[in-house]
């Protein structure tokens, strides 16, 4: 039986990111359930900010297609968030805005056609108290209104994020680690299922 594909993609690509760490050890409880997994580094897509000028001058950047093909080649995405000022980050809005306009090419579907009726978990982190529970919820918005995702209903906030992981980068708390197995295996079972 093929496994699943399973996307991984962290809302900031800075050094030290606890999205990122939240993502690799989450990434550990998707394989666990059974998925094959890739991860995507929304800062190695090189997106200039979306300018209708520069769309119209040269078309779609190349990692704008990048990210088309690593959605469409996924059966499911698992995403982390970070939240600034209650938003999630223009990283992660910039690259999706880019998708969108990305159009078919040969058997490639279109940006916004990668996305349609896939299954799609949410987790944030952050080293505050709500663990960036309103980006959470602006995500759901966007990406199962806009991109027609299938967004789980089950997600985690992971508040003291920066306290969170043991030097392994694994979950010091059984809590964290139970409630992202479950999303994950919530994940992997829709994406198989699908
Ligand atoms: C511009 C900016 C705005 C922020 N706003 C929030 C916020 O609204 N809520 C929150 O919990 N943390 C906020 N933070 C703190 C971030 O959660 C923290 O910097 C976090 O480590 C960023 O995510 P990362 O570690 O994945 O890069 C903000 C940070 C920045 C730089």
Redesign the pocket.
């Known amino acids: 039986m093929t496994l699943p594909r399973i996307l991984l993609i ?5 050094e ?7 993502r690799d050890a989450a990434r550990l409880e998707v394989d666990a359930a059974g998925a094959h997994t890739d991860v995507l580094d929304l800062r190695a897509l090189d997106l200039p900010l979306y300018d209708g000028d520069l769309e119209a001058r040269e078309g779609r950047p190349a990692g704008a297609q990048r990210l088309r093909d690593g959605l469409a080649e996924a059966d499911g995405v698992l995403l ?1 968030t ?6 999630p ?1 223009p990283l992660v809005i910039n690259a999706f805005d880019w998708l969108s306009r990305v159009p078919a090419d040969g058997d490639r579907p279109a940006g916004l056609a990668a996305t349609a009726n896939k299954p799609l978990a949410l987790l944030s ?8 529970q ?2 959470l919820g602006l995500m759901r918005q966007y990406l199962g209104g806009a991109f027609h995702m299938l967004v789980l209903p089950q997600q985690l906030a992971l508040a003291k ?2 306290e969170s992981f043991d030097d392994a980068g694994a979950f010091k708390d059984a809590r964290s680690k139970h409630a992202v197995a479950d999303i994950a295996k919530r994940l992997v079972a829709l994406a198989a299922r699908l």
């Open positions: 962290a809302g900031s690509a800075r030290g990111a606890l999205s990122v760490r939240l982390v970070p939240e600034y000022n209650g938003f980050t982190s952050s080293p505050g108290a709500w663990g960036g309103r980006a994020a920066h």
